[in-house]
Nanobody
């Protein structure tokens, strides 16, 4: 059974950086088959897609994070990363990994001084 497990969340000061990781298990390979995405959801707000990597490697970022967030995967194709730089306070949210129809449980990121 496919599973996604996020890690790397925590407290960070405004302007700081954080790298999230998502471990994919139960897949033969996540590369070349599925789109990989990172979403975030803050309390009282809708879930927002913040990064996407298509099977061919094409990436997408909304304007709100473009230039500051980077999605990547490791060479074993079992981990997906989200590098986040220059985080503002509004970056506080639960961050979720998504591959195909599978979701992780999320990892909390709190940006505060």
């Amino acid at each position: 059974q496919a599973q996604l497990t996020e890690s790397g969340g925590g407290l960070v000061q405004p302007g700081g950086s954080l790298t999230l990781a998502c471990l994919a298990s139960g897949y033969r390979t996540i590369a070349g088959a599925f789109a990989m995405r990172w979403f975030r959801q803050a309390p009282g707000k809708e879930r927002e897609r913040v990064a996407q990597m298509l099977p061919g490697g094409t990436t997408y970022y909304p304007d709100s994070v473009k230039g500051r967030f980077t999605i990547s995967r490791d060479r074993t194709n079992t981990k997906i990363f989200l590098q986040m730089n220059s985080l503002p306070p509004e970056g506080s949210a639960m961050y979720y990994c998504n591959v195909n129809t599978t979701w992780g449980r999320g990892t909390q990121v709190t940006v505060t001084s």
